[in-house]
Nanobody, 127 residues
Framework: QVQLVESGGGLVQAGGSLRVSCAASGRTFSSYAMGWFRQAPGKEREFVAAISRSGGSTYYEDSVKGRFTISRDNAKNTVYLQMNSLKPEDTAVYYC????????????????????WGQGTQVTVSS
């Protein structure tokens, strides 16, 4: 089992940047593929980005490609989401999530593939 705690959310103006972090504890962090999802008020939780166990493979939702970067530091048990050129439509609660993965290079894209979730961190982008 792994416990996930997000941090780094906040209020930023459109065009600004923010980095959210997710610290993991429990079983070996490098055993998990990691992802970020977000949920805006009145909307379903949606995929944002994913990274493989090794960090060598990443995948992004189309609307954040070129603006967001997911990364991980297995020595620090932490996954990051660097968000640049933020837009008001990026406003949401951002959730860190972990999925068991046999292969080092696999990324997980579906919500149902993830087992462990953090409590979320609010990101608000003002226009």
């Amino acid at each position: 089992q792994v416990q996930l705690v997000e941090s780094g959310g906040g209020l930023v103006q459109a065009g600004g940047s923010l980095r959210v972090s997710c610290a993991a504890s429990g079983r070996t962090f490098s055993s998990y593929a990691m992802g970020w999802f977000r949920q805006a008020p009145g909307k379903e939780r949606e995929f944002v980005a994913a990274i493989s166990r090794s960090g060598g493979s990443t995948y992004y939702e189309d609307s954040v490609k070129g603006r967001f970067t997911i990364s991980r530091d297995n020595a620090k048990n932490t996954v990051y989401l660097q968000m640049n050129s933020l837009k008001p439509e990026d406003t949401a609660v951002y959730y860190c999530t972990a999925a068991t993965s046999v292969l080092q290079t696999t990324v997980k894209l579906m919500l149902r593939e993830y087992r462990y979730w953090g409590q979320g961190t609010q990101v608000t982008v003002s226009s």
